[in-house]
């Protein structure tokens, strides 16, 4: 199966920084179906971006999704307090629907 | 709107079985791929499998092969998870989402607990 590796496992940062979140392939992802996640506490994840780099609908144009082949990535522009939650990356391009670990985004 | 509202929290012995139901409303195409994602105690997500209600097929990850059975009832918009051969490492959320991949409806979540 498709292993996606997510770095960092934790990052802090204050408020206004920005955040940049990697996700790499175990190999390369050459439909783009790439998609990445929010998760707080005690809720479903949400939807960020998919297609590697297409908001969803209703997430805020400080969120960016980049990448191709083996190597993603999830730029926060500025942080706001209710960005601070788990990150997930997640490849749809074959079956298993793999996820990666997670990044921890907490408040420095 | 869509919605998707699962059944509620299940607590199992080892060794019995569990199914979680998740029912799609506000939206009237059944042709979507309902998928299960679990989510053990601080742990990550996990996908298990999926099913495409129109062609009634289903696609499991292969660590649940034997074990899982998901389906799907078009006439209600309702997909199941059924699980068995429960062990305490199965304690986790249960969630549905809904699409072909990247998911942007999911249900709430069922609890289910492994416990003797």
């Known amino acids: 199966e498709l292993v996606l590796t997510q770095s960092p496992g934790t990052l802090s940062l204050s408020p206004g920084e920005r955040a940049t979140l990697s996700c790499r392939a175990s190999?390369?992802?050459?439909?783009?179906?790439l998609a990445w996640y929010q998760q707080k506490p005690g809720q479903a994840p949400r939807l960020l971006v998919y297609?590697?780099?297409t908001r969803a609908t209703g997430i805020p144009d400080r969120f960016s999704g980049s990448g191709s082949g083996t190597d993603f990535t999830l730029t926060i522009g500025r942080l706001e307090p209710e960005d601070f939650a788990v990150y997930y990356c997640?490849?749809?391009?074959?079956?298993?629907?793999?996820f990666g670990q997670g990044t921890k985004l907490e408040i420095k | 709107q869509v919605q998707m509202l699962q059944s509620g929290a299940e607590v199992r012995k080892p060794g019995s079985s569990v199914r979680v139901s998740c029912q799609t409303s506000?939206?009237?195409?059944?042709?979507?791929?309902i998928s299960w994602v679990r989510q053990a105690p601080g742990q990550g997500l996990e996908w298990m499998g999926r099913?495409?209600?129109?062609?009634?097929?289903?696609d499991y990850a292969q660590r649940f092969q034997g074990r899982i059975t998901i389906t799907a009832d078009k006439s209600t918009s309702t997909a199941y998870m059924e699980i068995s051969s429960l062990r305490s490492d199965d304690t986790a959320v249960y969630y549905c989402?809904?699409?072909?991949?990247?998911?942007?409806?999911w249900g709430q979540g069922t609890q289910v607990t492994v416990s003797s």
């Open positions: 190999r390369s992802i050459t439909t783009n179906y």
């Open positions: 506000g939206d009237s195409h059944s042709s979507y791929t």
């Open positions: 297609g590697g780099s």
């Open positions: 989402a809904r699409g072909g991949g990247a998911y942007a409806y």
């Open positions: 099913v495409i209600p129109i062609f009634g097929v289903a």
């Open positions: 997640q490849q749809y391009d074959t079956s298993p629907y793999t």
